[in-house]
């Protein structure tokens, strides 16, 4: 079966550190992958996806698919990423997109 | 541009009763997806409407159902509310079907709370 998996409830890191976010799927046909976000009071928005292979924000995810994951990393956080990050699998034969259960990033000053 | 507009924005039920919740798309999209949120569970696809078909429908009891107009408004229904079906329920809509990365990316409504008594 499809399925996202975000093993970290909440990840706490200091101002201007490594943040990397993980996501691991299960999917056997060729997936499309996003991340999404939700910050404080604000929608859940788009952040970034697979196939554009762009940095957002100084976020960027890359697509393994011999490990099935698709990380997302920032060399330094700041404060403003303070979020809860979603990661999402869609798959078009099927007609829908399904998130993991979300990760609660949380930067320290 | 509107972006996607739920009604109503906070609803409280008694056990046994329905509600319909509304979800009026950015103009021009086709598609509408639905999702309900739960802090335990995250979110939980229920099901996606395509000009006003419905493309495909998560696991969820036969209770929840939907609709989508020719207009691309959406409303979905619960019927027979139990204290479970607390919870955040949000409309997306996308330009074209779900899971398509050109034109899948997804836009949230801010959600219907539904709380049950």
């Known amino acids: 079966a499809q399925r996202v998996t975000q093993p970290e409830k909440l990840l706490s890191v200091f101002k201007g550190a490594p943040v990397e976010l993980k996501c691991n799927y299960s999917?056997?046909?060729?997936?499309?992958l996003f991340w999404y976000v939700q910050y404080s009071r604000q929608r859940l928005q788009l952040l970034l996806r697979?196939?554009s292979r762009e940095s957002i924000k100084g976020f960027t995810a890359d697509l393994n698919k011999g490990e099935t994951s698709f990380h997302l990393k920032k060399p330094f956080a700041q404060e403003e990423d303070s979020a809860m990050y979603y990661c999402?699998?869609?798959?078009?034969?099927?007609?829908?997109?399904?998130f993991g259960s979300g990760t609660r990033l949380s930067i320290r000053p | 541009k509107a972006g996607v507009t739920q009604t109503p924005r906070y609803l409280i039920k008694t056990r046994g009763q329905q509600v319909t919740l509304s979800c009026s798309p950015i103009?021009?999209?086709?598609?509408v997806s639905w999702y309900q949120q739960t802090p335990g569970q995250g979110l939980q696809f229920l099901f996606e409407?395509?000009?006003?078909?419905?493309?495909n429908k998560g696991n969820f009891p036969g209770r929840f159902s939907g609709r989508q107009f020719s207009n691309s408004r959406s409303e979905m229904n619960v019927s027979t509310l139990e204290l479970g079906d607390s919870a955040l329920y949000l409309c997306?809509?996308?330009?074209?079907?779900?899971?398509?990365?050109?034109?899948?990316?997804?836009?949230f409504g801010e959600g219907s709370r539904l709380t049950v008594l």
């Open positions: 409407y395509f000009s006003e078909t419905q493309r």
């Open positions: 103009s021009g999209h086709r598609s």
């Open positions: 999917y056997s046909g060729s997936p499309e």
């Open positions: 997306a809509s996308s330009t074209g079907l779900a899971g398509f990365t050109d034109t899948g990316e997804l836009f």
């Open positions: 697979h196939i």
């Open positions: 999402a699998l869609g798959y078009s034969s099927a007609s829908k997109i399904i």
